[in-house]
């Protein structure tokens, strides 16, 4: 334990998939062994965009048990609803007093969403909210994939002026970023990569798909029409983003399982994949569909306290600096 603090969050949009599982809760566990951490069911962020309330309601517990079935252990890390610790938002609005509305207006996020957002000011307002989930806890590290770098930076912005300001209050956070399966692409198209939110159902797969629901997601993946199972994301991205995902799962070298599976035909090798992913998928459904959501609300209500208690100590000293004490 190297006593250094981590934070993350996910937003409870949609349903959890195989990237997620890849590029974050894989992340999140191994994480648990070597840091302090903390990970968060971000709902208030879910609100920035327009939402079904039975949606939200529904997606956070989802995404809670989502969490613990992939692995974060609630004994080990501190794992909350972002709504259920208010000093969020409020460090949020003290943070959003230093922040320029031009830096927040080009962000990349804001730019694509802004639109969708009718009037926008959640999504303009967004990257302040994270970097108060971030500050809040006086993290040292937070690991997210590259399309957060921005608002790592923001973050990073606000904490230095805070300090500068009105004297030293926060460590400023360090990206982490995940050493394996950066990016895992979409089953049926390997240029744009797996997302919840793709309209076509076979183009991802979700946790809590089921066995079958799997070999045929795998065996009707997109791939070139050659005959050669290679690594080689230029020529053959589909092929490739599959080695990617058995590796992942086999916890074999790609190189290795490209030379077993090279010449066999991609029949064959899609059948492979889809065992192993299959069986390595089936543990976190199991884990999902064995717990109770009463057990889950009551695991982030106890969590939501221990979290309260933290903020609250950080929101002290922020009081404290700005004049509120
Ligand atoms: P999202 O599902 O877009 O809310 O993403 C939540 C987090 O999951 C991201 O910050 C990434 O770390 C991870 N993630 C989402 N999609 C993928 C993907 N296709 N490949 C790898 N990681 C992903
Ligand atoms: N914006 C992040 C995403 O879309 C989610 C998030 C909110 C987050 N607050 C955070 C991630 C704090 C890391 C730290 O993936």
């Known amino acids: 334990m190297s006593g250094k603090r981590v934070f993350s969050g996910m937003q409870p949009t949609g349903k959890a ?3 997620n599982l890849i590029g974050a809760f894989n992340n999140w566990v191994s994480m648990q062994d070597s840091y302090e951490t903390i ?3 971000v709902d208030l962020h879910a609100m920035s965009t327009p939402f079904e309330k039975t949606d939200l309601s529904e997606g956070r517990l989802r995404l809670a048990k989502m969490i613990i079935a992939a692995g974060v252990d609630p004994k080990r890390s501190l794992l909350y609803y972002q709504s259920e610790v208010p000093q969020h938002a409020e460090l949020y609005w003290i943070l959003g007093t230093l922040t320029g509305v031009g830096q927040l207006q080009r962000m990349t996020q804001f730019k694509e ?8 000011f959640g999504i303009l ?3 302040v909210l994270q970097a108060a989930d971030i500050l809040i806890h006086k993290v040292h590290a937070v690991p997210v994939g590259d399309d957060q770098a921005q608002h790592l930076e923001l973050t990073r912005d606000l904490a230095t002026r805070f300090n500068s300001r009105f004297g030293e209050v926060f460590p400023v956070p360090e990206r982490i970023t995940p050493e394996i399966g950066a990016r895992v692409m979409s089953l049926q198209d390997p240029d744009s990569k797996m997302s919840k939110s793709d309209p076509n159902a076979r183009a991802t797969l979700f946790l809590d798909d089921s066995d079958d629901e799997i070999r045929k997601k795998i065996r009707s993946a997109v791939t070139d029409t050659g005959t050669e199972v290679a690594y080689d994301w230029e020529n053959k991205a589909g092929i490739s983003n599959l080695l990617e995902i058995f590796a992942y799962f086999s916890g074999r070298s790609i190189d290795d399982l490209a030379a077993e ?4 035909g991609y029949g064959n090798f899609k059948s492979a994949v889809a065992e192993s992913v299959a069986s390595g998928v089936k543990p976190i459904r199991e884990a999902y569909e064995g717990m109770s959501d009463a057990e889950v609300v009551e695991v982030m209500r106890a969590s939501a306290a221990t979290a309260r208690e933290m903020a609250d100590r ?3 000293d922020v009081r404290a600096a700005v004049g509120l004490s």
């Open 17 to 19: 998939h195989l990237g």
């Open 39 to 41: 990970y968060c069911v």
């Open 113 to 120: 969403k802004s639109d969708r957002a009718g009037q926008g």
């Open 125 to 127: 307002a967004y990257p």
């Open 261 to 264: 599976y090279g010449t066999g």
């Open 314 to 316: 950080t929101m002290d």
